[in-house]
């Protein structure tokens, strides 16, 4: 006779862990939940008592303060949640920027660490140990001085070819929108649909063959060539707002003020230190023997840096990596100490005019918040796609 096999406990019985671990996981969120109540409701009847005005109503009112640096027009009689939404603009653009930066100049450091020349290896470790050891609000005072004090005045500003820098910034040539650059656009965007493709096919003729092909020429020059295509079916627009040295400043054409370069230039090569770091032990991870077995295959050394150390070094280097990205995205709120105006200024401002003190710092904490979530998620997805799958 075959024994009988247990009864089932039935999934809703208390007997049973994952009905246990969910009743504790409610019981937990409810406790959360009424923490934050309690603390709300205590805060709300004691600004009451005091006859202090709270609520997110002052948003919809005009701000009445003017913006020195906006990615799109803005003037004192808009209202404060769209001075916010300069304010975040900024904050996301010098963190965008920054992070691109902050991996090319940190990855190029991390490798020139392994260099064979001694002063590649010389300069690499002395730019990590400067910069990472010298706070980074200094650095960002440092780089502002820069700007404001040892640059000529715009009337004297120095020329390069159309770009002009001086103590007001960098300025230099836009386009005149036209339909012709919507094409060039659509071009771009084909031709990196297209390199992305072009690099997979490669990668699978390499496994395939053992025949490498070109990783990074052919892909520039496929993203260039659909930028180039889709500007000749525009119409091939040449026209150009270019800057000129006025009687007081630089007239016309775009330009970076000095405010946002020192914070660009600033958090930038402070976080690369780190980076550089990162990435030099993420490839110290890597077993020699298999940069041993990379050469005997014939592949020089910065084909081996390329496709074999740097592809398994990605597992440890992309989870300290993400720190750092979050690092700069939090560190661009000291910007407010050189007069940049991110989300923080545009918050004091507010603030000050306003008095909603807990509803202006809860707008910043927001913006980091999901800032910092959103990074952490394409991280992780990037760290899931790159992890060696085990065969």
């Keep these: 006779m075959t024994p009988k096999s247990p009864p089932k406990k039935k999934s809703w019985s208390w007997r049973s862990?994952?009905?246990?671990?969910?009743?504790?996981?409610?019981?937990?969120?409810?406790?959360?939940?009424a923490v934050v109540w309690f603390i709300a409701h205590n805060t709300m009847y004691n600004m009451k008592i005091r006859g202090i005005q709270s609520g997110f109503d002052f948003l919809s009112g005009p701000a009445g303060f003017d913006i020195g640096e906006s990615l799109f027009p803005f003037d004192s009689a808009q209202p404060y949640w769209q001075?916010?939404?300069?304010?975040?603009?900024?904050?996301?653009r010098v963190a965008i920027l920054g992070i691109i930066l902050t991996t090319i100049l940190g990855t190029l450091l991390g490798?020139?660490?392994?260099?064979?020349?001694?002063?590649?290896?010389?300069?690499c470790y002395a730019y990590v140990e400067f910069f990472r050891n010298v706070p980074?609000?200094?650095?960002?005072?440092?780089?502002?001085?820069?700007?404001?004090?040892?640059?000529?005045?715009?009337?004297?500003?120095?020329a390069v070819g159309p770009l002009f820098l001086s103590k007001g910034g960098l300025s230099f040539p836009i386009p005149i929108w036209a339909t012709g650059h919507l094409w060039a656009v659509i071009g771009l965007v084909a031709g990196i649909v297209l390199a992305v493709l072009y690099r997979k096919w490669a990668y699978r003729q390499f496994e395939a063959t053992g025949k490498l092909k070109s990783m990074f020429w052919v892909p520039v020059a496929?993203?260039?060539?659909?930028?180039?295509?889709?500007?000749?079916?525009?119409?091939?627009p040449t026209e150009l707002d270019s800057p000129f040295k006025g009687e007081f400043s630089i007239e016309k054409g775009g330009s970076l003020t000095p405010e946002f370069l020192a914070v660009l230039l600033g958090l930038t090569v402070y976080t690369a230190a780190f980076v550089a770091e990162v990435v030099r032990s993420g490839i110290q991870s890597v077993a020699r023997g298999q940069g041993e077995a990379a050469a005997a295959l014939g592949l020089n050394p910065g084909q081996s840096m390329r496709l074999v150390m740097l592809p398994q070094a990605l597992r440890v280097i992309i989870p300290p990596m993400t720190n750092q990205f979050l690092n700069l995205t939090k560190n661009s709120s000291l910007a407010v100490a050189i007069g940049y105006p991110d989300v923080v200024s545009i918050a004091n401002t507010a603030l000050n005019q306003t008095g909603r003190a807990v509803e202006c710092i809860s707008i910043v904490m927001l913006v980091y918040l999901s800032t910092s979530l959103a990074t952490s998620l394409l991280m992780n997805w990037y760290n899931t796609r790159s992890a060696i799958q085990e065969r």
């Design 83 to 92: 001075a916010f939404l300069v304010g975040l603009s900024n904050t996301l």
């Design 111 to 123: 490798v020139g660490r392994f260099s064979r020349n001694a002063l590649v290896r010389g300069v």
């Design 136 to 158: 980074v609000l200094l650095q960002l005072l440092m780089w502002y001085l820069l700007f404001t004090e040892a640059l000529p005045a715009a009337a004297d500003a120095w």
């Design 17 to 33: 862990q994952a009905f246990r671990g969910f009743i504790y996981q409610l019981v937990a969120i409810g406790l959360i939940a």
């Design 222 to 236: 496929i993203v260039l060539a659909g930028g180039v295509v889709g500007w000749l079916a525009g119409g091939a």
